[in-house]
Each structure stands twice: as structure tokens, then as C-alpha cells.
């Protein structure tokens, strides 16, 4: 009897949710006659567990649980994944992806810093892997990784890519198809630009590397990048070879002095061969639809003066071996710059000033003026508790310590171990933290990563320290996809790369962090670190 009254009140509530799903498909036109503005429609006495239903879905971001560098790895050097997950396994894999062949069995070990309970974090180490191919990794629970490769000879298509980004950028001269490819086009900004301060005067200050989307181009800005392209050559000269991809390879000058010298040659249109003086750049503004854009040259200005001294001396320095000619004439141009800083800048040395320090090092290398040694001398002791190691004094500090020219062996002592100490911080923050780098998210944090790197690989050619070549191929993991995010930054590497998630996060197409990547890879390239 009970089973009689169960059943009967199913086939009342099959016939209730039959009339209600009827009901609803005749209100939404199955059958219904076309709905017009005066037809009336009844609501259906039908509620809902929700006040409204919400139907807008977001699929979320799959990332992979097992991180690597998604461009890959020297066949000799170190070879490490990151797994994270609430469990993690006992053994990982490395498979052949052509074969599918398990090539390698390695146990996760933790490390330092061993993440938290929803997400736990370990590192698996297969540097004993040296085939070359192209692989994946694979652990039971966290699946498997992008695809990688392992070669010999893993980042010079990076390198060489990085260092042809300054011809992709280049001002007033077309770029053809077989240099350029699909960044082709034709000659731009030729015309003269106008003195902001004046405009009945005008100069000829085409040329040069383009600093942003419009063209513009800061005096300051390029010397900064210079300087340290110019610091990687005379350390790594071995990485940088003639047949980079440029219309001067094979002009048996390595292509990154080429490339450098276009850059120098608007630099010397930048300054006031009367004076000294150098304008701070040339700004570059839209008019609006149909009209051509506007070009304005910005006031003389002594920091881009500075700067001006400082990266023709050393520009100077390293091409007189190629074009004694042309060296010269960059010489004698950063002196008569200086002469006007030393005219009009501070008399007195009051503060940190790191421009004038680099141009004065510089300078005293290239041609011995007993005048820049002088406030050499004067600068580093009284700035001593001034100072602070950023990019500019960097590339002081390092002339002045190098330099054949007579120096104070304190202040060189005192140097180095300022350089010594900065590169054990560095060190000691990258060991104790996630993804063995420091700490951070966004482009801020990799150019900060990029400018740490430059400290520890000057100071690991100095010592050569194995502990900092690995911190040094860690930091180039972590841009290529061994990161929180699992996203390479480098321009068309990686399953996962930047431009799929936000095309600003390209470290390629940041003009102040390409340089330093350069940098970076100089050393791995040039084969120092292993």
C-alpha cells in the first residue's frame, strides 16, 4: 500500500514538471504564435534557489602544475623544475615528446622555501639529462609541462633576436624585408624637428632608435642602453659575432658596435657643436587625422650632457680598434661636452652625482685628462656615504676599477667590495624564495630582475663564482616560463607566451630591459657560465 502512494505521487509530480516544461516552451516561441509589442506574457509560477540566475561564465586560466623553462636548456647546464599542487608526487618523468620514450626518472626534492598546504612547492633536478631533443616533463597527480628542448647551443636564436630589436627600432632609413620581415617599412621622421624653445630653428635629428610607439627619442634613455650593451661587448666579446641579421653584417665589425654606432651618429646630431651642450631629446606628437606628426627638440640639458660625455668616451674606447677616424671624432665630442658640464654644471661636489661620475671614469680611460682623474678621486671619497648602486654608477664603477690608467687602489678595493656585497644579497634572495628569483609580478619585477642580473654576472666574471652561474640561469628560467604565471616573456618562445595573455609584457619590447637581457645572455652565449 505504502509503494502504491509513493508511486502515485510521482506520476502527480512527473505530470507538474511535464506541464511546466510545456508551458515553457510555448512562452519561448516553440509553438507559439510570433510574439508582438502589444502581445501580453504571463510570468510562469516557477522559482528559483537564486534571486537571478547568473549566466555569465569565466573559464578559468589552465596553468600546468609543473613548471619549466619553456624555450629550454644548455645540454651541460643546470636543469630544474618547479611542481606545486596540494599533493605532490614521489617521482617525475622526462619524456622524448617525438618517441614518447621515458628518457629520465628523478625523485622532487623540497627546497628552501616549501610554499604552503593548498600549494606546495618542490624542485626536480635533471641536469643529468644531456641528449639534445625535445622533451616534457610528466608526474603522476600534477600531469605534465610545456614542451622544452635541450641543445647545445639553447639561446642564441634569443640573443641574436634581442640584439636585432635595435634595427627593428631604427629612425629615418627604411627596413626591407629580408632584414625586417613583416616589421618592414619605410623611412620615417626624415624631415627636420623644431626647437621647442624656438621654433623658427630647425635641425636635422633624424636617425637613432625609437624609444616608443610615436618615435620618440630621450638623450639619457639611449646612453643608459648603450652603456650597458657596450659593458656586455667588452666582457662577452666572443658572444658577439657579424652575421647577427643586419644590413652591415659581414662588415667585419661585430654587428652590436654596427648597430650601436647608428645610434651614436644621432647622438652627435644631438649636440650643440658651439657650446658642447646636448638637447634632452626630440619628442614626437600626433596632429591628428591627415596631418603629419609633430617633432619638437627638447631644451639643452646637462644630465643629457653627462650622459652624452659618458657613452661617447666609452662608445670611443672600443671602436677605435675598427674606425680610429670616427672614434676620434666621438672622443673629442664627450670632451667638449664635459668642458661645458665642468662650465656650467655644480663647482662644488655637494651630493651623488652619478652621470658625471661615469662620464669623468669614462673620459680618463679613453684619453688620461688628469682633470677627470682628479674629481675621480674627489667624487668617490666624498659620496662615499651617498652613494647607491644604481645602473649609472654601476657602469662607473666598473670603468674606473678596469681602467690601464693610474687609479687610488683603496677606491678600487673599496669598489669591488661594495660590487662583492650587492651580488651576495642578490644571491641570498634568490635562494630563499619561490621560484629562486626575488620576490615580485609585472614588468617593474623582471626589469628588476634584469638589473640584479647585471650586478652578479659582472662580479661572477670577476671571481667566477659556480654558486652565482646558477643563480644566473635560474633568473633566465624564470623569464621563460618557470614562473608563477607559467608565461615566457620572450618574444615568439614558449607554448605559453606573453602576447597570449597581455602584449605590454614583452621584455623585447621594453626598451630599457632589452639591453640587459642582452646582457644576461652575453655570458650564457659567450660561454661563461655552464
Known amino acids: 500500500m505504502e509503494r502504491k ?18 508551458l515553457i516552451l510555448l512562452l519561448s516561441g516553440c509553438g507559439a504564435p510570433p510574439l508582438t509589442e502589444n502581445t501580453k506574457v504571463e510570468e510562469p509560477g516557477i522559482t528559483s534557489m537564486e534571486e537571478e540566475p547568473d549566466l555569465a561564465y569565466e573559464v578559468p586560466v589552465s596553468r600546468p602544475n609543473i613548471l619549466v623553462n619553456q624555450l629550454g636548456y644548455i645540454t651541460d647546464g643546470t636543469k630544474m623544475a618547479v611542481f606545486r599542487g596540494g599533493e605532490l608526487p614521489a617521482e617525475f618523468y622526462v619524456i622524448n615528446a617525438d618517441t614518447g620514450e621515458k628518457v629520465f626518472v628523478g625523485a622532487p626534492e623540497t627546497g628552501e622555501y616549501g ?15 644531456t641528449q639534445p631533443g625535445t622533451y616534457y616533463l610528466e608526474a603522476p597527480v600534477l600531469g605534465r609541462s610545456y614542451n622544452f628542448e635541450i641543445a647545445d647551443d639553447m639561446y642564441v636564436r634569443v640573443f641574436q633576436e634581442a640584439c636585432r630589436q635595435y634595427y627593428y627600432n631604427r629612425c629615418g632609413m627604411s627596413l626591407t624585408n629580408e632584414f625586417a620581415g613583416e616589421r618592414a617599412h619605410n623611412a620615417c621622421h626624415t624631415g627636420n624637428a623644431v626647437l621647442r624653445e624656438d621654433i623658427s630653428v630647425s635641425l636635422n635629428v633624424s636617425g637613432g632608435w625609437h624609444q616608443d610607439e610615436m618615435g620618440s627619442k630621450e638623450v639619457v634613455t639611449a646612453a643608459e642602453n648603450i652603456g650597458v650593451m657596450l659593458l656586455a661587448y667588452e666582457l662577452y ?6 652575421g647577427m641579421g643586419i644590413p652591415e653584417s659581414g ?11 647608428y645610434e651614436i651618429e644621432w647622438l652627435l646630431k644631438m649636440q650643440d657643436p658651439a657650446s658642447g651642450a ?78 658625471k661620475f661615469a662620464a669623468a671614469a669614462e673620459l680618463y680611460r679613453a684619453s688620461g685628462l688628469s682633470a677627470c682623474n682628479r674629481f675621480l678621486t ?34 678600487c678595493e673599496s669598489i669591488t667590495k661594495e660590487l662583492m656585497q650587492r651580488a651576495e644579497d642578490i644571491s641570498e634572495g634568490a635562494r630563499s624564495s619561490v621560484y629562486l628569483v626575488e620576490e615580485g609580478e609585472g614588468n617593474e619585477h623582471n626589469l628588476k630582475l634584469l638589473e640584479n642580473m647585471m650586478y652578479l654576472t659582472m662580479v661572477d666574471y670577476m671571481i667566477s663564482n659556480h654558486e652565482y652561474d646558477n643563480v644566473i640561469e635560474n633568473h633566465l628560467h624564470y623569464l621563460m616560463g618557470r614562473n608563477e604565471q607559467a608565461i615566457c616573456y620572450i618574444d615568439n618562445e614558449g607554448e605559453n ?32 657560465t655552464k
Open 5 to 22: 502512494r509513493i508511486s502515485k505521487t510521482m506520476t502527480l509530480y512527473r505530470i507538474k514538471i511535464a506541464a511546466a516544461v510545456c
Open 115 to 129: 610554499g604552503n598546504e593548498e600549494n606546495q612547492l618542490c624542485y626536480g633536478d635533471f641536469s643529468a639529462l
Open 237 to 242: 666579446g666572443s658572444a658577439f659575432g657579424d
Open 251 to 261: 662588415n667585419d665589425i661585430p654587428d652590436i658596435l654596427d648597430e650601436i654606432r
Open 278 to 355: 646636448v638637447y634632452s631629446g626630440v619628442t614626437v606628437y600626433e596632429q591628428g587625422a591627415g596631418k603629419s606628426p609633430a617633432s619638437y627638440v627638447e631644451p639643452e640639458d646637462i644630465e643629457a650632457t653627462k650622459a652624452f660625455a659618458a657613452v661617447l668616451a666609452k662608445f670611443s674606447y672600443l671602436y677605435q680598434y675598427y674606425e680610429n677616424a670616427f672614434a676620434t671624432d666621438c672622443l673629442k665630442a664627450s670632451d667638449r661636452a664635459w668642458k661645458y658640464v665642468e662650465l656650467n654644471g655644480e663647482k662644488e661636489i655637494k651630493e651623488a652625482d652619478p652621470w
Open 378 to 411: 674627489e667624487y668617490l671619497r666624498q659620496t662615499e656615504d651617498q652613494r647607491e648602486l644604481d645602473e649609472v654608477t654601476f657602469l662607473g664603477y666598473v670603468t674606473y676599477i678596469s681602467t690601464k690608467q693610474r687609479v687610488n687602489l683603496d677606491l
Open 497 to 528: 607566451n606573453y602576447s597570449q595573455t597581455d602584449e605590454t609584457l614583452g621584455i623585447m619590447k621594453q626598451f630599457g630591459a632589452n639591453s640587459k637581457l642582452i646582457f644576461m645572455l652575453s655570458e650564457i652565449v659567450g660561454g661563461h
